[in-house]
């Protein structure tokens, strides 16, 4: 056994598609537990080593400059980290991606240039090209972001595991967009997304592990 930390990717889709996260709610019911009951492991490290790691999804959305997005051709042999979210989310989201962003800034400017950060929307019909483009440049500019029909999203997600259901409008107004808050790694050397990180990931864990996942090695 290589990890005490590694799943399949079986196991990850069983689990992920339990594993759904309303963000701004205030359910910390949902999410990273039953990733943990899966892996049936101790919290020692964040990364989840997946034993039978998932094709990169076979995505063409638009980006945010409102041009045709082809996932697999576009991230091709490139460190690439992959999440699906919503702009409007005011917890989960923004906090993930500005984690990546600060360990991210940590790494040597050659490995910057390499690593591929994709920010998928699950609310594409609020998630305009435009808007998007907007809130992920207050991130990182280099961040990729990608909109689309909703069914088409939400297919892509599946192919690795990350289940998300069509947004749904509270009483109070709100719309809440329900969606797996993993973050899947894939590598350059076999554009495979062989590692897994929970929405607790923190900042330093990032920094820790990109160094190793830029050159596709198992954190």
């Known amino acids: 056994m290589r990890n005490k930390k590694a799943v399949t990717a079986v196991a990850f889709a069983a689990a992920a598609a339990l594993a759904l996260s309303a963000c701004g ?25 997946l034993d ?5 999804p076979n995505l063409v959305l ?22 699906f979210g919503y702009t409007n989310c005011p ?35 609020r998630d305009t090209p435009a808007s998007l483009g907007k809130w992920l440049s207050a991130q990182d500019p280099t ?9 088409t ?16 409008k509270e009483k109070d107004g709100t719309v809440v967009s329900m969606h797996g808050a993993q973050v899947i790694a894939f590598s350059p050397k076999t554009d495979k997304g062989y590692v897994l ?10 920094t820790k592990d990109l160094p190793k996942l830029i050159k596709g090695e198992a954190p």
């Open 52 to 56: 039978q790691p998932f094709t990169k």
């Open 62 to 83: 638009t980006d945010t400059n409102g041009k045709e997005y082809d996932l697999r051709e576009a991230t091709k042999g490139k460190p690439t980290l992959i999440y």
């Open 143 to 151: 961040f990729t972001g990608l909109t689309g029909d909703f069914p």
């Open 91 to 125: 917890d989960v989201c923004p906090l993930t991606m500005s984690n990546i962003s600060l360990a991210k800034r940590e790494l040597p400017k050659a490995d910057q240039e390499k690593l591929q950060v994709v920010f998928v929307t699950t609310d594409p019909e």
């Open 197 to 206: 990180y929970g929405e607790d990931t923190s900042a330093e864990e990032y």
């Open 153 to 168: 999203i939400q297919a892509g997600a599946r192919q690795i595991g990350i289940g998300i259901d069509a947004p749904k």
């Open 25 to 49: 709610t205030g359910d910390d019911k949902t999410g990273s537990s039953a990733i943990a009951d899966v892996s049936a492991a101790p919290k020692d490290k964040a990364a989840t080593v």
